[in-house]
């Protein structure tokens, strides 16, 4: 009864209900504190941000594999987006360079999609907005296998946490300027401390204006954060994250399979062709994000955390697709063009209460949470397509826009109202073993919209649970384990089956055993692991044009990586990855057993810094091994490796790094598979990025930027 009259509230007024929530929060704030005055004092520091710290749990205790990146690596790598970060991870798959389109939709970690969060809270669509947007990331662990007992909805193979910078106690900052190959130009800010005893500051920000491997195609991007952390007390910290985004670039249709993975009988098609139309084709992102959270002592060890989040989702974009070529004449490839765009709002409200309580002389670390989400996803695509688009010579391209062409135009709105509860307990059995256990439930109410008459309508609920374990062996060893699962509600949202009812959501799961080694000069694990994808919606075979929720997709394999400091100044990383991924349910009984999509078998992944007086010498190397274009499809997209090179030296206040990406120039190909699903097509592939320069100079003032 309480629980329906809650969310019957917020279902039918959701600006009104996460304003309340946030009012409602914001005032405790204060009271809280005041009636916490008596109890004994505590100091609070620090944030509430990313899994380590919401969850309660060390990550070298974590009872699921993590790994760690933070800013230093990611400018040392030469990474410039989220995904060239993400190659140090052996087990993570990138099927988009960053100028292909939106880069979130298709990371995968251990072959399924991962899921972005920002400071601990879970984001709809921001990661593709801009994924080269690095300049507020402080920090990035990697969560491998499902999550949802603390983040809901999310990736199946895992979670990215993207941490953000946050104010120092010193004042200072950076300037630094990136130029290099294909005309790069960047610019970027970082400054802030405390402005007073109780108020800190930091403001970063980046603007590039560069070119790129691909002809026509330039990169155009802004991003800007404003970051306040707030002390009013003892018992209360606060914190308000700002950011916007912006970029704008040429949609890249990419190129033709034949061609490319497949000889055309002819010549290959260069990998700097543009077979859009420069006149038309854009790809345009723009998105706000506004995060506030609250650590607020409530006496002992409890602590209450209400946090807050809206973000937006913008885009415009006027596409080109490429279709199959003729046998006729396999250098001319059909193209049909596309007018569309998105503006969708995302609110979330949240409330943790955390500490610990002493049980039969055990103790328990406990995490209890609220979470209400509510989402609108509308999508427009336009009825006529004013540059009709016509067949290109992927050899000898000749641009020009016919008359305006018909399309299939309407108006989709999806409205999603979210409720969850969850728990997590952390148990100190002993000195050396944890136990962890937590649960959630989910209810959500899904509803459609075409051409502003309503579509469908579906309840959908979800129980996700996860239980593991850590055992420390002495010597920085220690054990882990666990079994957890997730759920996903986007899969099989408007799929149907023959009576018409709606599909509940996708659901996951993980067992996972590991060994961890956490020393000071080393960190590894070895891990042995079996991820599944569940309730799948696949074709009816009585009923063509229906679904059962009958698929299954799995993925079982060995994952290693770690760092070492044999001495001071010598540092060396590196990982491998096998995975047996296949489909092991489905009504189809052509991909049966087949290989899941840009999953590799194989994978590794390597580098060292070495520091020779003033000077760091780098060097890294990247093999993915050979995978499908789609699951089950009939193409395979050859392995490869690349190698990288970088130095970096400090003079004074003034830092340059110097990297060079993709030495030997190897040329290779990602799937264009627009679906984080695997539903994509075998006609178009991505080319990687080629022999690449960057050079970066900095210039630092003030205190330590950390």
């Given at each position: ?537 696949v074709p009816d075979p009585d009923n063509l044009g229906f679904q059962i929720q009958e698929g299954q997709f799995r993925v079982q394999g060995v994952e290693f990586e770690g760092e070492w400091s044999p001495m001071p100044g010598w540092w060396l990383q590196g990982g491998y990855a096998y995975l047996d991924a296949n489909v092991t349910r489905s009504t189809d009984p052509a991909i049966d057993g087949a290989r899941l999509a840009e999953t590799p078998k194989h994978s590794a992944t390597a580098a060292t810094r070495l520091s020779l007086g003033p000077v760091e010498l780098r060097a890294a190397a990247n093999y993915v091994g050979a995978r499908k274009m789609v699951n089950g499809g009939t193409v395979t997209l050859p392995d490869y490796v690349t ?64």
């Open positions: 009864m309480f629980y329906s009259a809650i969310h019957g509230a917020l279902a039918s007024r959701p600006l009104c209900s996460v304003g309340a929530i946030a009012t409602v929060l914001l005032l405790s704030v204060p009271a809280l504190a005041d009636d916490a005055d008596s109890l004994d004092t505590i100091i609070v520091t620090g944030t509430k941000s990313g899994f380590g710290e919401k969850s309660g749990i060390p990550l070298d205790r974590m009872p699921q594999s993590v790994q760690v990146l933070d800013a230093d690596d990611i400018i040392e790598r030469g990474a410039r987006s989220i995904e060239d970060a993400l190659r140090a991870v052996p087990s993570a798959t990138v099927a988009r360079s960053r100028i292909g389109g939106f880069g979130g939709n298709t990371l995968r970690i251990r072959g399924f999609a991962a899921q972005q969060i920002r400071n601990g809270m879970f984001q709809r669509f921001y990661d593709g907005t801009d994924p080269s947007a690095l300049s507020n990331v402080a920090r990035i662990e990697v969560l491998k296998g499902p999550s949802a007992v603390l983040y809901g909805q999310s990736g199946v193979g895992g979670i990215v946490s993207i941490i953000t910078k946050q104010p120092t106690e010193e004042f200072g900052g950076y300037v630094a300027l990136t130029g290099g190959s294909f005309d790069q130009k960047q610019a970027t800010i970082d400054v802030g401390g405390r402005i007073t005893d109780t108020l800190g500051i930091r403001l970063t920000g980046e603007i590039e204006r560069s070119g790129s491997f691909t002809d026509f195609l330039d990169v155009d991007r802004e991003n800007l954060a404003l970051t306040l952390a707030w002390q009013p007390s003892e018992r209360v910290s606060t914190h308000l994250v700002a950011e916007y985004l912006h970029r704008k670039t040429l949609n890249n249709p990419g190129l033709p399979t034949v061609g490319t993975i497949i000889s055309n009988g002819v010549a290959t098609v260069d990998r700097s062709t543009f077979l859009g139309e420069p006149d038309y084709s854009l790809q345009e992102n723009h998105a706000p994000l506004v995060q506030f959270w609250a650590d607020v002592a409530m006496g002992g060890s409890w602590t209450l955390t209400p946090r807050l989040q809206y973000s937006e989702w913008n885009n415009k974009g006027r596409s080109t697709t490429l279709l199959p070529p003729s046998q006729d004449d396999p250098t001319l490839i059909p193209r049909v063009g596309r007018n569309a765009g998105e503006n969708d709002k995302f609110y979330l409200a949240q409330l943790d209460l955390a500490g610990t309580a002493q049980s039969f002389g055990i103790e328990h670390r406990l995490l209890f949470g609220v979470e209400y989400n509510h989402d609108q996803v509308p999508f427009r695509m336009s009825a006529t397509v004013p540059c009709g688009i016509g067949p290109i010579d992927a050899l000898d391209p000749a641009y020009g826009c016919g008359a305006p062409t018909g399309n299939f135009g309407f108006v989709s709105e999806a409205v999603l109202d979210g409720f969850s509860f969850y728990a997590q307990d952390q148990i100190a059995l002993t000195p050396a073993w944890d136990v962890l256990a937590g649960i959630r439930h989910s209810v959500s109410d899904n509803h459609n919209y075409f051409n502003g008459s309503p579509s469908g309508y579906a309840e959908l609920s979800n129980t996700s649970w996860q239980l593991g374990t850590t055992f420390a062996l002495g010597s920085g060893l220690s054990l882990f384990g666990g079994y957890n699962t997730g759920y996903d509600l986007g899969a099989v949202t408007g799929l149907r089956s023959t009576d018409g009812s709606a599909f509940q959501p996708e659901t996951s799961d993980q067992a996972e055993a590991g060994l961890r080694l956490s020393r000071d000069t080393v960190q590894a694990s070895l891990s042995a692991f079996r991820m599944r994808r569940n309730d799948i919606g190698a990288d090179l970088g130095a970096g030296t400090e003079f004074g206040p003034i830092r340059l790094d110097a990297t060079l990406t993709n030495i030997f120039d190897e040329t290779y190909y990602y799937s264009d598979n627009l679906s984080r699903y695997s539903l994509g097509t075998e006609d178009r592939v991505l080319p990687g990025e080629p022999r690449t320069f960057s050079l970066r100079v900095a210039y630092r003032f003030g205190g330590d930027r950390s």
